[in-house]
């Protein structure tokens, strides 16, 4: 007799899907509410797949749905509940908290890839603060009904974003009295969220040194939820519809968080990239650049939104560019398009150029992060960065995409200290001189020992508290380094004060001054060949006490007083090192001295000049 029982046919291996789909108001809830709006303003975003708990809790976030103010919990969305995973997730509903608690999990994100993939490596979030002991951070917390008030804000001592909700005032699109929650705008979920990542990677950029760090921070966020807006396929088309492919017109791309400006009761969107509504006839109009605002704009918001406007200029440039020939094409080399709607073809193929366009800026801006000094950083300080970065991704700049970025700026009035022409060569920074550049090669075997230890390797699929861990020990290795003494000589080429003459306001530990390696992680580019290098970046800083008077400044930087006088402020220096591990040299130093008198003075003077 044969066996006749069936055989058995193993199913194929089960695999993680690589997202999961979440629907979100592309906007906010008020889009929802115009007819012209209403269908674009709904989408699903594509989050990188991971296993979640209800919260949503997943590696990167945990959301916390307790609202102080009317003293209730709402209970925590599961993702993984299986009608929801049909559908794509909730419903978006302003009345619904779990529908809330999907869209901040999702646009945040949404944001953090952003951030991973123009990094290629993992993200981290700040630490918490020395009386929490440093402790690894492995999520950022984000109460969606934290606070009743027309805000939202990242605070870093609770690594938390809170975001409040308030009754609308009359005006717009909202039903006075309704209520607007600021965790229903896309633009104020990615801005706070990007808060939260800025300072994960540059922990001091927190600290008001200047009249452009705070604004930094707030023209960086915006940057972010802007141009997140591009990777909207279906707002992206509708809205290359309306303006005929005419993005520097009005358009609601470049807009941010359109209801919460309505509902403070400003017209138009909270800030706006390119243009503002005239007070007198509430109609809009284009912003035209012009130098002397930057000098006006002293207040973070309005400064950074400067910023904002100068990159989405550059944006404008690149699309204007890449698109030249298409509209060529389509009016038969006259340029101008004919009245009426443009072809579904061409409005097609404007916006595929147009999310390119905005993804290559995206990643660029961010990239350039890692090219900033570690403290203190101005406008023109970033432009430098944004250039260099960029000229290590593409070396050729055929299609001019710097000098564009370049003349954005310089139209704002942004342009670096100390550079002798506004090149795009010029700008870029420099490797360190050469002895300076000898002097450092001895840090190679330093680096050599934290290479050998990058089997965490930072990519997107290791833990991130290997990581953080591995970053702290490679630290620990440069920080040694730093002390060794044939390295005192290298180490005011590199901004920081080791000798016997360095300023007592720095503090001393065991008799020498101290200094903290913040970071050392990896930054990847292409190579001239299309093959992937590695550069390490190395941030190291160091500190004094600031004091507003100068006389006491000078008498704590001369001599040892103990206990020394309660400082007024803390004044940081130091540099951003990037090192190519392939090649073993230093290809730049990003310096900001820890002696400079001149910077100690305009720190002192910026602290007087702000109330
Ligand atoms: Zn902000």
Same mark, same amino acid.
């Given at each position: 007799?044969?066996?006749?029982?069936?055989?058995?046919?193993?199913?194929?291996?089960?695999?993680?899907?690589?997202?999961?789909?979440?629907?979100?108001?592309?906007?906010?809830?008020?889009?929802?509410?115009?007819? $012209?709006?209403?269908?674009?303003?709904?989408?699903?975003?594509?989050?990188?797949?991971?296993?979640?708990?209800?919260?949503?809790?997943?590696?990167?976030?945990?959301?916390?749905?307790?609202?102080?103010?009317?003293?209730?919990?709402?209970?925590?969305?599961?993702?993984?509940?299986?009608?929801?995973?049909?559908?794509? @997730?909730?419903?978006?509903?302003?009345?619904?908290?779990?529908?809330?608690?999907?869209?901040?999990?999702?646009?945040?994100?949404?944001?953090?890839?952003?951030?991973?993939?123009?990094?290629?490596?993992?993200?981290?979030?700040?630490?918490?603060?020395?009386?929490?002991?440093?402790?690894?951070?492995?999520?950022?917390?984000?109460?969606?009904?934290?606070?009743?008030?027309?805000?939202?804000?990242?605070?870093?001592?609770?690594?938390? /974003?809170?975001?409040?909700?308030?009754?609308?005032?009359?005006?717009?699109?909202?039903?006075?009295?309704?209520?607007?929650?600021?965790?229903?705008?896309?633009?104020?979920?990615?801005?706070?969220?990007?808060?939260?990542?800025?300072?994960?990677?540059?922990?001091?950029?927190?600290?008001?040194?200047?009249?452009?760090?705070?604004?930094?921070?707030?023209?960086?966020? $915006?940057?972010?939820?802007?141009?997140?807006?591009?990777?909207?396929?279906?707002?992206?088309?509708?809205?290359?519809?309306?303006?005929?492919?005419?993005?520097?017109?009005?358009?609601?791309?470049?807009?941010?968080?359109?209801?919460? @400006?309505?509902?403070?009761?400003?017209?138009?969107?909270?800030?706006?990239?390119?243009?503002?509504? $005239?007070?007198?006839?509430?109609?809009?109009?284009?912003?035209?650049?012009?130098?002397?605002?930057?000098?006006?704009?002293?207040?973070?918001?309005?400064?950074?939104?400067?910023?904002?406007?100068?990159?989405?200029?550059?944006?404008?440039?690149?699309?204007?560019?890449?698109? &030249?020939? /298409?509209?060529?094409?389509?009016?038969?080399? %006259?340029?101008?398009?004919?009245?009426?709607?443009?072809?579904?073809?061409?409005?097609?193929?404007?916006?595929?150029?147009?999310?390119?366009?905005?993804?290559?800026?995206?990643?660029?801006?961010?990239?350039?992060?890692?090219?900033?000094?570690?403290?203190?950083?101005?406008?023109?300080?970033?432009?430098?960065?944004?250039?260099?970065?960029?000229?290590?991704?593409?070396?050729?700049? $055929?299609?001019?995409?710097?000098?564009?970025?370049?003349?954005?700026?310089?139209?704002?009035?942004?342009?670096?200290?100390?550079?002798? %022409?506004?090149?795009?060569?010029?700008?870029?920074?420099?490797?360190?001189?050469?002895?300076?550049?000898?002097?450092?090669?001895?840090?190679?075997?330093?680096?050599?020992?934290?290479?050998?230890?990058?089997?965490?390797?930072?990519?997107?699929?290791?833990?991130?508290?290997?990581?953080?861990?591995?970053?702290?020990?490679?630290?620990? &290795?440069?920080?040694?380094?730093?002390?060794?003494?044939?390295?005192?000589?290298?180490?005011?080429?590199?901004?920081?004060?080791?000798?016997? %003459?360095?300023?007592?306001?720095?503090?001393?530990?065991? #008799?020498?001054?101290?200094?903290?390696?913040?970071?050392?992680?990896?930054?990847?580019?292409?190579?001239?060949?299309?093959?992937?290098?590695?550069?390490?970046?190395?941030?190291?800083?160091?500190?004094?006490?600031?004091?507003?008077?100068?006389?006491?400044?000078?008498?704590?930087?001369?001599?040892?007083?103990?206990?020394?006088?309660?400082?007024?402020?803390?004044?940081? #220096?130091?540099?951003?090192?990037?090192?190519?591990?392939?090649?073993?040299?230093?290809?730049?130093?990003?310096?900001?001295?820890?002696?400079?008198?001149?910077?100690?003075?305009?720190?002192?003077?910026?602290?007087?000049?702000?109330?």
């Amino acid at each position: 007799m044969t066996d006749v029982s069936p055989a058995r046919i193993q199913p194929p291996p089960k695999r993680r899907p690589p997202y999961r789909n979440l629907r979100v108001y592309a906007f906010d809830p008020s889009l929802s509410l115009r007819l $012209d709006t209403a269908v674009i303003n709904q989408m699903t975003l594509r989050v990188p797949w991971e296993d979640v708990t209800a919260g949503p809790v997943g590696e990167y976030l945990e959301v916390v749905d307790v609202d102080p103010a009317s003293n209730c919990c709402y209970a925590p969305v599961d993702l993984d509940d299986r009608y929801l995973l049909a559908e794509s @997730g909730l419903d978006p509903d302003e009345g619904n908290p779990q529908f809330h608690q999907q869209m901040v999990y999702a646009v945040a994100m949404t944001t953090i890839r952003n951030f991973e993939r123009a990094l290629g490596r993992r993200a981290l979030w700040s630490q918490a603060d020395k009386e929490q002991g440093f402790q690894f951070v492995r999520r950022l917390r984000i109460y969606p009904h934290a606070i009743r008030e027309p805000n939202a804000y990242y605070d870093p001592n609770r690594q938390a /974003l809170l975001f409040g909700y308030f009754p609308a005032v009359a005006g717009g699109r909202n039903l006075p009295g309704g209520t607007v929650f600021s965790c229903l705008s896309h633009d104020v979920v990615a801005h706070e969220t990007t808060h939260a990542l800025l300072d994960g990677l540059h922990r001091r950029f927190m600290e008001p040194t200047s009249i452009d760090s705070k604004a930094f921070h707030e023209g960086f966020a $915006d940057i972010v939820a802007l141009f997140q807006h591009f990777s909207f396929p279906a707002a992206l088309r509708d809205q290359i519809r309306k303006t005929r492919g005419d993005l520097a017109s009005q358009s609601l791309l470049g807009q941010l968080a359109q209801q919460f @400006g309505e509902a403070i009761g400003q017209f138009g969107a909270l800030r706006d990239a390119l243009g503002e509504v $005239d007070p007198a006839t509430k109609q809009w109009r284009q912003k035209e650049p012009n130098p002397e605002n930057l000098a006006k704009a002293r207040e973070a918001h309005a400064r950074g939104s400067i910023l904002v406007a100068a990159v989405f200029d550059a944006f404008l440039a690149i699309y204007r560019s890449r698109i &030249a020939d /298409l509209v060529r094409i389509a009016t038969g080399g %006259t340029g101008v398009l004919p009245q009426g709607d443009i072809h579904p073809d061409l409005v097609e193929r404007l916006a595929s150029e147009a999310a390119s366009a905005a993804r290559h800026v995206l990643a660029m801006c961010i990239r350039a992060l890692d090219y900033c000094p570690p403290v203190d950083v101005t406008f023109g300080d970033y432009l430098r960065a944004l250039i260099t970065a960029d000229r290590d991704l593409v070396p050729d700049d $055929d299609r001019s995409y710097r000098i564009a970025v370049v003349e954005a700026f310089r139209r704002r009035g942004i342009y670096p200290q100390g550079v002798r %022409t506004l090149s795009p060569e010029s700008l870029c920074w420099s490797a360190p001189p050469d002895a300076a550049a000898r002097a450092l090669l001895e840090l190679l075997p330093v680096i050599d020992s934290v290479r050998a230890a990058r089997h965490h390797g930072w990519s997107l699929s290791d833990d991130r508290q290997m990581i953080r861990e591995g970053m702290e020990a490679s630290a620990r &290795a440069v920080h040694q380094w730093l002390l060794s003494d044939h390295c005192r000589t290298v180490a005011r080429l590199m901004g920081l004060s080791l000798g016997a %003459t360095a300023p007592w306001s720095i503090e001393r530990k065991d #008799g020498v001054p101290k200094i903290e390696v913040h970071s050392v992680r990896p930054a990847r580019r292409h190579g001239p060949d299309g093959q992937t290098l590695t550069d390490l970046v190395i941030e190291v800083t160091q500190k004094r006490r600031g004091y507003l008077d100068p006389i006491l400044q000078d008498q704590v930087d001369k001599q040892p007083v103990d206990p020394p006088p309660q400082e007024d402020f803390w004044f940081r #220096g130091g540099c951003t090192l990037l090192v190519d591990l392939e090649h073993r040299e230093v290809r730049y130093l990003i310096g900001k001295d820890i002696e400079s008198a001149e910077r100690l003075a305009a720190h002192r003077a910026y602290l007087e000049e702000t109330p």
